[in-house]
């Protein structure tokens, strides 16, 4: 089975563009996670959705991020403009999403640099 | 304001020995906590987990134990080998029902051949 897919795997831009980062949650999972990692704060929790409607975006730093689940297959997050405290590396993750202790399957990452 | 924290950003341990990863947390409200692995260039992956109406669950040389009056949590991993080499991440769900985690900021072990 293919675990959660998230593309670019790398991405280098300029400040002030637009970055959009793509997600595939593992098939039948209905809870997906968007983190950032720095070295700072670990793994911060920017967004999560159940059922393809966000439910906290209370991570969310700033109105430059924005994400979307259109679908249960698909999830993406847009930064923009960017700036270069925005490089970090971004995980997807999803999980069952029960409600129960489940696990989060996490993606490989997408490690953005601004320059 | 960092609910779970990890204070030991780095751990040196010798093959065969002991290796024991701290994690605090703030929250009492906290009823689940997990610890995940990650190696450089992928994704953390599950590790093992405890229930706060334990305190202590065991998975082959892993074992979590769970001090809730001092809300502290601990990872033993026995013996170390070079392969468990990574960044350890504590984490914690805040509720029951909850599906988001907190999580720390990580602590790299290297075990040493």
């Known amino acids: 089975d293919a675990g959660v897919i998230q593309s670019p795997r790398h991405e280098v831009t300029e400040m002030g563009q637009e970055v959009t980062l793509r997600c595939k949650p593992i098939?039948?999972?209905?809870?997906l996670f968007w983190y950032r990692q720095t070295m700072m704060r670990g793994l911060e929790l920017l967004i999560y959705f159940n059922n393809n409607v966000p439910i906290d975006d209370s991570g969310m730093p700033e109105d430059r991020f924005s994400a979307k689940m259109p679908n249960a297959s698909f999830s993406t997050l847009k930064i923009q403009p960017s700036e270069p405290r925005d490089s970090a590396v971004y995980f997807c993750a999803s999980s069952l999403g029960g409600g129960g202790a489940d696990t989060q399957y996490f993606g490989p990452g997408t490690r953005l640099t601004v320059l | 304001d960092q609910q779970v924290k990890q204070n030991s950003p780095s751990l040196s341990v010798q093959e065969g020995r002991i290796s024991i990863l701290n994690c605090d947390y703030t929250?009492?409200?906290?009823?689940?906590f997990l610890w995940y692995k990650k190696y450089p260039a992928e994704g953390p992956t599950f590790l093992i987990s405890?229930?706060?109406?334990?305190d202590k669950n065991e998975d082959g040389r892993f074992t979590v134990f769970l001090n809730k009056s001092a809300k502290h949590l601990s990872l033993h991993i026995v013996p170390s080998q070079p392969g468990d080499s990574a960044v350890y991440f504590c984490?914690?769900?805040?509720?029951?029902?909850?599906?988001?985690?907190?999580f720390g900021t990580g602590t790299r072990l290297t075990v040493i051949p």
């Open positions: 098939s039948g999972h209905n809870s």
């Open positions: 929250n009492s409200m906290f009823d689940y």
């Open positions: 405890i229930s706060s109406i334990k």
């Open positions: 984490a914690a769900r805040p509720q029951t029902g909850a599906n988001n985690l907190f």
